[in-house]
T-cell receptor
Framework: EPEVTQTPSHQVTQMGQEVILRCVPI?????FYWYRQILGQKVEFLVS????????KSEIFDDQFSVERPDGSNFTLKIRSTKLEDSAMYFC????????????FGSGTRLTVV | GEDVEQSLFLSVREGDSSVINCTYT??????LYWYKQEPGAGLQLLTY?????DMKQDQRLTVLLNKKDKHLSLRIADTQTGDSAIYFC????????FGSGTRLLVRP
């Protein structure tokens, strides 16, 4: 069964450093998403991406965040200057259509900012 | 804004049925979903229901949708210890909005 792959599974970074979280969506999917889950809290939408541009973003997705599809397979989330409160599990997802019967999620990257 | 609410915790005995409830606010949702998250793992799509359906059955899982009351439920028949996890309902128009998750504990 096709999978969404995320790397690394766990990243520890110092406050103020830049991090890039990587995702390989399912190959025939056209819509890509990032979500985050702070420990013990709900899964929150960050951003959706289609046709090489952001289609929607949440209030959380401020200027320190950016997304990119640098080639035909990868989808990245960059956090420019990490803060302690960015510590969370970050999930990438992809779907074939914008309203779909099932977004496929990756297994997540646990980001710890120290 | 859009919101999805769930009860936080449910404890059942192995072999009993579990019913997890969810309410949502976005009446334009096309699909509503149930995801399962095991400890330290990602989000696994369990099942979904199209918004013009009332019920969907998928093996041990039954989803009921009351569109008038914006109420969604997931029934797990013959609950097993392996069903212990956090269950998230989610609605979508152009993105998924998740509830806070219901932690299901199955007692032997």
């Amino acid at each position: 069964e096709p999978e969404v792959t995320q790397t690394p599974s766990h990243q520890v970074t110092q406050m103020g450093q830049e991090v890039i979280l990587r995702c390989v969506p399912i190959s025939n999917h056209l819509y890509f998403y990032w979500y985050r889950q702070i420990l013990g809290q709900k899964v929150e939408f960050l951003v959706s991406f289609y046709n090489n541009e952001i289609s929607e973003k949440s209030e959380i997705f401020d200027d320190q965040f950016s997304v990119e599809r640098p080639d035909g397979s990868n989808f990245t989330l960059k956090i420019r200057s990490t803060k302690l409160e960015d510590s969370a599990m970050y999930f990438c997802a992809s779907s074939e259509a914008v309203t779909d019967y099932g977004y496929t999620f990756g297994s997540g990257t646990r980001l710890t900012v120290v | 804004g859009e919101d999805v609410e769930q009860s936080l915790f449910l404890s059942v005995r192995e072999g009993d049925s579990s019913v997890i409830n969810c309410t949502y606010t976005d009446s334009s949702s096309t699909y509503l979903y149930w995801y399962k998250q095991e400890p330290g793992a990602g989000l696994q799509l369990l099942t979904y229901i199209f918004s013009n359906m009332d019920m969907k059955q998928d093996q041990r899982l039954t989803v009921l949708l009351n569109k008038k009351d914006k109420h969604l439920s997931l029934r797990i028949a013959d609950t097993q210890t392996g069903d212990s996890a956090i269950y998230f309902c989610a609605d979508s128009s152009y993105k998924l909005i998740f509830g806070s998750g219901t932690r299901l504990l199955v007692r032997p």
